[in-house]
RNA sequence: GGUCCCAUCGUCUAGUGGCCUAGGACAUAGCCCUCUCAAGGCUAAGACACGGGUUCGACUCCCGUUGGGAUCACCA
């Protein structure tokens, strides 16, 4: 056990972004691989755009992915005392100020140094008029919003996990709002003020936050709390080296969940991404935990890239355990209501029809739809594949076959090949002349397992009766 | 535009000054295996952005250039 605590904050105003979910996936494989806490915090201070259906989704996403929280969720607007709070104290201490610009005034400010190519930063007007130590003069019919008062000279020093030391000019850093002129805090103080009061000690994002950790740093000193370590990832960008969206693949966790994706190969492949172990590529979550370090996160974006997430899907696929992949794998085939919720197959059976079709799925929706030849009673023909190969002069070769199959005793893979052979040398055709017209006959498709196992599998009683299902599908010559 | 970050095959990466004729993986191409489809095996092609230093010696360290990204809200 450690005493490292670390927190995901996400804000409630969509879904859960792949991007966040690698971040929420770095803080918890730091917290279990270092035995620390992982906290879970919503970030729902924008009242207008959080809604209680993205967080559902946000908390289902997690679970699904198996990113389990220690603590929380907690929900930063009801612990808006707090927040208020800390600038009621901070404005006490001079660290804060009243401002009252109108925004149309600042717009305005902001147009011009950007005409001008200057920073667009406020012009602490109202932190000169109230020269710290007293409120500036309340403007009448104005509500006033609350700035942080940065310091004017020196530079600060980030020591970042991933990124080294970053250095910041003082100067540079702008008198941000805390509390809008409603009174109601803004990101920036609840972060820290959350932080601070959550004992976070360590803080890993997306590098999109770098800009703002020196401001933050400054609150947190001026609250009276030395800062967290800071751990700031590199972002996932798509193909077009742009930010990653929805041209680029899809950019929700819970889509991924319904496009056949394991949530293990979706956390394989999230954390390769910026992440290695020398030339290690399938990692099991176990051994991420064993393995994960800081030290061995990269600095570079990196490019999101569906052929490997689909590869590692494919590796997970065939290394996930029956029993687990009969819980993942029954959604899918009781969405298409083949089975239902409880379908509890033999054990030994699923795991030997598992086995067959594990080596050709792409993603669960491939091997559900694979599936279901195994379960079902019948099979509904593909019309090219009936077309081509159950034809009048097939019905001979077919009922052969049933005849054959009848009279196996044991009925085994092996046993049935054999049988098959003999077939086929009797008269004199090449084994797929026989295996096709079957296949499709069993599968209703061309592509299968191998159809020795296939018969095995589906068993004697069902496979006669969709051979003579096939019969009379041939038709008769004419 | 200001500030900050980043830079090895198309992509993810190994590499921490000599082990590098730069390794692995995905994708691509060819071959093998084969009852179909896959999987698998083998092989091929493919990269240190550029320019200066430092050093006996740079992919590795420093500086610059170029290129990419992020950020600059009463959003988080």
Same mark, same amino acid.
């Given at each position: 056990m450690s005493d490292i605590r670390v927190r995901f904050a996400p804000s409630p105003t969509g879904h859960l972004h792949i991007g966040s979910a690698r971040t929420a996936l770095f803080n918890w494989l730091f917290a279990r691989s270092q035995g620390g806490k992982f906290i879970l915090r919503i970030e729902d201070t924008d009242r207008e755009r959080s809604t209680d259906q993205y967080i559902d989704g946000i908390l289902e996403g997690m679970r699904w992915m198996g990113l389990d929280w220690d603590e929380g969720p907690f929900r930063q607007t009801e612990r808006i005392d707090l927040h208020k709070k800390h600038i009621e104290d901070l404005i006490k201490a001079g660290d804060a100020y009243y401002c009252y610009c109108s925004p149309e005034e600042l717009d305005a400010h902001r147009k011009q140094a950007m005409k001008d190519g200057k920073p667009m930063r406020y012009n602490r007007k109202c932190r000169e008029l109230s020269n710290l130590a007293e409120p500036a003069e309340p403007v009448e019919g104005v509500a006033p919003v609350v700035r942080f008062a940065m310091p004017l000279a020196g530079h600060i020093v980030i020591d970042d996990m991933i990124k080294g030391k970053v250095t910041f000019n003082n100067e540079e850093l702008d008198d941000l709002i805390i509390a809008r002129s409603d009174g109601t805090p803004t990101y920036n103080l609840v972060v820290v003020a959350d932080d601070v009061d959550m004992g976070i000690t360590h803080v890993i994002r997306g590098e999109d936050h770098l800009n703002n950790t020196p401001k933050q740093a400054h609150i947190y000193k001026a609250i009276a709390s030395e800062p967290p370590r800071f751990a700031h990832q590199s972002l996932i960008l798509g193909p077009d080296k $742009?930010?990653? %969206?929805k041209r680029h693949g899809a950019t929700s966790v819970l889509d991924y969940r319904d496009q056949g994706y394991l949530p293990s190969a979706l956390v394989n492949y999230l954390i390769r991404l910026g992440w290695s172990? $020398? @030339?290690?590529?399938v990692f099991t979550t176990e051994e991420l935990i064993k393995y994960f370090s800081m030290e061995n996160v990269g600095t570079s974006p990196s490019i999101y890239d569906k052929d490997k997430l689909q590869w590692l899907n494919a590796e997970h696929i065939k290394m996930t355990p029956p029993e687990v992949m009969l819980r993942h794998l029954t959604p899918y085939l009781a969405s298409e209501g *083949?089975? @239902?919720?409880g379908w509890a197959p033999d054990a030994e059976w699923f795991a030997s029809a598992l086995a067959t079709l594990v080596e050709r799925a792409k993603d669960l929706n491939e091997l559900a739809s694979s599936m279901r030849y195994y379960i079902l009673e019948t099979v509904e023909f593909d019309q090219k594949a009936k077309a081509k190969f159950l034809k009048p002069e097939t019905k001979e070769l077919f009922e052969e076959a049933v005849k054959e199959l009848e009279g196996i005793e044991d009925f085994t893979a092996a046993n049935i090949e054999e049988s098959f052979k003999g077939i086929c040398e009797r008269r004199e055709i090449g084994l797929g002349k026989l295996a096709q017209p079957v296949r499709v006959a069993l *599968? =209703? =498709? *061309?592509? %299968?397992?191998g159809i020795f196992d296939v018969i095995e599998i589906v068993g004697r009683e069902r496979v006669l009766l969709r051979l003579n299902k096939a019969i009379e599908a041939c038709g008769s010559s004419e």
């Open positions: $742009g930010k990653m %969206s172990h $020398g @030339d290690q590529e *083949t089975v @239902d919720e *599968t =209703g =498709g *061309t592509a %299968s397992p």
